[in-house]
């Protein structure tokens, strides 16, 4: 089956998502993404890491470099007090929206 | 996440753009790392995992540079890369660099040139406080000619008083002042204005105080306002000159105040060095008493709305009260049917702000047209440049086809390719405005020559600069985008392959830019030759007098007759042919029109001849030939019969059908009625116009004038005529302690009438030259290119057997072809363009055949020239290179 392309606006809450838990690098954030959407995503890094680095410079996220578990250095992303306001935010919204499609949908 | 934060971020990857590079650079190997070490773990190999992983990654460099555009000031630093590859491109082509600056500099400096004059004429606010709600102040006459910007003395203070329409009114009007005595007499550049001119305006004075209302009272102390450059050329800008007495026209005026720099006067063009009030100095001469009675509009005016008060309800309130004023204020001598006009005028209030000169009237054509001149030089610039780009651009081929196989977009190469032609233009711009610049004071003395009272500020200013800037980047966008587009309209497979650049020739871009150019000379050309025809047909127009020998020194203080023994002392100095006097010279600008009819027709009230008060002698010196009958002599003095000259066309349009000789004029003469008796018929001249038809004209002997009129001496002299004004002007002004003589050659204000004439044919001839110089470098650029393609076709062509004349041919024959084309093309956009012109042409028509004739010959001959050199070259190839060729 074909996966499916990550719907317009919703890459930076999903990242936003999986780092609520805990600081992860860019391959980390992908490979969770995948697994979370029982694979039915197609995680483009093209996508990922613009999204990443445009986040870091909102300042949402905060970057620092740290050993993997198997000792090559890579870039942590972590969750800031901002990052957590907007994940906040638009969690609620995205919520809201998709309950609002489903009645749509089965209102029909 | 405040937009300071954001700047500050953007910023710092802009600024640590090293580090940050690298450590993208670090996470990409890491991810690649992470993930090879992922895949190694299904049990592939370290390389086939890592190719694996940088396949998932989508390729190192195409993520990194998805990362670099999408992040925040991604633009300014991809913008700072491409002016530095940009800078390093142009190094490894210094040559090619160096005729782009060149052709761009000099069509850019045209345009930053003729717009700096426009700009400084028309554009440009006076330096005053609020400009913008300056208004100008014209009266519309019932009917529909033009509205007089010219008022009364009178008139300009009652409107002053007008204090709920206007908080103030600023009158003035350039007027030349003899400084100083004796020796040290020479004439000042100044401004006669009402009391109201600088509060309106809103000046403060740079030292002292400025002139105010109560200065400009009869018996007010007559008080001089200098400007600032005055008091620094001639005090040095010491505080002692204020309370200092000038001399002016002979009578003493104190130096109360300096206007503040920058401020030369409303009168645009005109530096007002000395200010003084007209009501003061009316007190003290005799000339401007006069001026300030009612009958004389000679001042403009400026004027400052009252707060709350539109321009339009300006206006109205303005003609209301005018119903209620004009008969007072309009000169009670007038006939009736001069002052009726007025009781219905209605005021109009045109914005005020930049100030006013004549000059604006006078070049508003000749500059736009000069404008437009400009504008098509740089066009053909940039399709020279571009040709040379698009030539250029397929030696770039390969080099822009690698940079799109590495991942960058069609859209951020062509960005790239912009910029760097924006940065040629920019260069080009800048050596532009320096040429500008430099040339400004030629400029000036071109456009304005022999006139020391106009004085314009050239110097590049906010405005000029917008303007270059905004030329500079249109220019780099005409002349980069096209070259551009095509070569990265290929895309990278296409463009890698060896064939590519044979597809290209192809194109019919280039030719058509060479056709374009060769268009647009015609249409230079053209009008360069229309304008230099009529110079020329002006020259050799036969004017009715000899300019050629005389001097004239204009007496302007005095409105009295001058001694008949200055006159013979003039005509006791060696050198001396001839010495007489006229109350006006030829196109001196100035003229005087009365009545006179013949003997029992009724006097006309309105003027119906152009009149000259002339001296004994006076045909014989400007040597107007006499039809019948005799000139002035001494003989025709104040007690003798009161006799006149009439010319040509004066005797026929009142004498068709008798020989005027012997009747009598009846006329009013500077006020006085008279009786003349006809006693010669003079050939008709140009003097009051080269370009009108020659006015009914009536010479009157000047020793029989009464009351005020104007002097000039006129001389016919041998010999060195520089040297004969000094010794004339040595004789003549020890008498003349009131006025600064100056002593001319007519041929000097002959030229000064054709001015306007002979700007244009010089500005557009050199354009022109410009024109057909760019247009022959880019057809040669063309065909050298050509033939450098096709030296393979062309051996080939040798070893089958083609003569050497038959290459030079087809050579020849391709750019005869390319020039035909454009001569068709240029020929109908010369004609409209030579009708638009059609006012500023004399003696020959728009679509004059021989001008277009001729316009075409040099345009083909220059091709020619252009071509030959590539056509000789393709002619000696030699067969067996040109097949090794590749």
Known sequence: ?108 | MTLFHRFVSMFRWVLRREKAEQQLDEEMRTFVDICAADKMREGVSLAEARRRAVLELGGIEQVKEQVRTSRHGALVDEIGRDVRYAFRTFARNPGFVLVVVLTLGLGIGANTAIFSLIDALMLRWLPVRDPQELVQVKLQEPGDGPATDTFSYPIVRALGEQQEIFTGVAGFSGYSFNIGAGDSIGKVSGALVTGGYYETLGLNPEAGRLLTRSDDAPDAPLAAVISDGYWERQFLRSPAAIGQILVVNGAPATIVGVSPPGFTGANVGMTADITLTAGAFASVNRQVAELIGPGNFWIRALARPAPGVSVRQAEARLTTVWSGIWDSLIAAHWPQSQRSPFANARFQLAPGGTGWTTMRDRYRQPLTVLMSVVAVVLLIACANVASLMLARASARQREIAVRLALGASRGRVVRQLLIESTLLSSIGAAFGILLAWASSRLLLETMFPGSWRVTFDLTPNGHILGFTAAVSAATGVLFGLAPALRTTAAGPAAALNDDMRTSSSRSRLLPSLIVAQVAMSLVLLVGAGLFAGTLRNLQRLDPGFNREGVLIADLEGRRTPVPQELVDEIQALPGVVSASVSTHTPLSGSIWSDRAVPRGQPVPERDSAFFVGAGPRLLEIMQTPLISGRDFTDRDSAEAQPVAVVNEAYARRFFPDRQPLGQYLSAVVRGARRDLEIVGVAKNTSAAGLRRRSPLTVYVAYRQLTGSFPTTLVIRARGNLAEMAAAIRRAIQPQMPDTAIEVLPLSAQIEAAMVQERVMAGLAGAFGALALVLASVGLYGLLAYTVARRTKEVGIRVALGAERARVVAMILGGAVRLVSIGVLLGLPAAWAASRAVQSMLFGLKPADPATIGGAIVLLGAAALVAAYVPAWRASRIDPLTALRHE
């Open chain 1, 1 to 108: 089956m074909d996966k499916l392309d990550i719907p317009q606006g919703t890459l930076d809450l999903m990242i936003l998502t999986i780092l609520v838990r805990e600081p992860m690098h860019g391959y980390g954030i992908a490979q969770k993404l995948a697994a979370l959407s029982q694979d039915q995503f197609q995680v483009n890094p093209g996508s990922l890491f613009p999204s990443l680095y445009r986040l870091e410079q909102d300042g949402k996220l905060k970057a620092e470099w740290r050993p993997t578990e198997n000792n090559r250095n890579a870039k942590y992303y972590k969750l800031t007090a901002a990052g957590r306001k907007q994940l906040e935010r638009h969690k609620q919204r995205w919520i809201r929206i998709s309950f609002a499609i489903t009645s749509v949908l089965e209102g029909a």
